[in-house]
């Protein structure tokens, strides 16, 4: 059974970095594209990017100026990096893995159980 | 601001069906499959189709998918008061480069 679990600090300031780690289990993390989506409170969700083992990465371009998003197969985790911070960028964040070729992503069939990160002073 | 249309919310009494609506357009829906995610009060999402009207291992086909031109739909029958939920849809979008969701519909059993 594939498994995802997130980690990071719950509160961040404005302006600082949020980080994020997302740990696989039940799952090579070479077969497949790893993904970070969030959710503000009360809203929709927002895809923020993938990493595939082989280094290849993609992001929203809405956010892509302040994300990366990196791999550590030897650990069995990905993580999540967001620059610059503000008030918006609260949010439950998710891992999840995701079915995707070269050219397109289809969907997310195995889910974290999402991690909450509230930015404020 | 999302680029794929639901409606706010959709309700219905227990045992009927209800129908929710994804309108994109021809750079994702029209494109690529859809695919349908339940969010249960304060849980992750969770698959319920893929590739346009196509199950996961263990969901019942109480839940169903399609796709026309450049819209889908998500069909639930025999509704439960566990099918209370918000429904997203999603696609790739080859305009923006980005993976798209829905705005997201809840489901009220009445």
């Known amino acids: 059974q594939v498994q995802l679990q997130e980690s990071g600090p719950g509160l961040v300031k404005p302006s600082e970095t949020l980080s994020l780690t997302c740990t696989v289990s039940g799952d090579s993390m070479s077969t497949h594209y790893w993904s970070w989506i969030r959710q503000p409170p009360g809203k929709g969700l927002e895809w923020i990017g993938y990493?595939?083992?082989?280094?290849?990465?993609k992001y929203n371009p809405s956010l892509k100026s302040r994300v990366t998003i990196s791999m550590d197969t030897s650990k069995n985790q990905f993580s999540l990096r967001l620059s610059s911070v503000t008030a918006a960028d609260s949010a439950v964040y998710y891992c999840?893995?995701?079915?995707?070729?070269?050219?397109?992503?289809?969907?997310?069939?195995?889910w974290g159980q999402g991690t909450l990160v509230t930015v404020s002073s | 601001q999302s680029v794929l249309t639901q409606p706010p919310s959709v309700s219905a009494a227990p045992g009927q069906k209800v129908t929710i609506s994804c309108s994109g357009s021809?750079?994702?829906?029209?494109?690529?499959?859809v695919s349908w995610y339940q969010q249960l009060p304060g849980t992750a999402p969770k698959l319920l189709i893929y590739?346009?009207?196509q199950r996961p291992s263990g969901i019942p086909d109480r839940f169903s998918g399609s796709k026309s031109g450049t819209s889908a739909t998500l069909g639930i029958t025999g509704l439960q008061t566990g099918d209370e939920a918000d429904y997203y849809c999603?696609?790739?979008?080859?305009?923006?480069?980005?993976?798209?969701f829905g705005t997201g519909t809840k489901v009220t059993v009445l």
């Open positions: 021809s750079s994702n829906i029209g494109k690529i499959y």
């Open positions: 590739d346009n009207d």
């Open positions: 990493i595939y083992y082989s280094g290849t990465s």
């Open positions: 999840a893995r995701e079915y995707c070729n070269n050219t397109s992503c289809y969907f997310f069939d195995y």
């Open positions: 999603g696609t790739w979008d080859s305009s923006l480069s980005a993976y798209v």
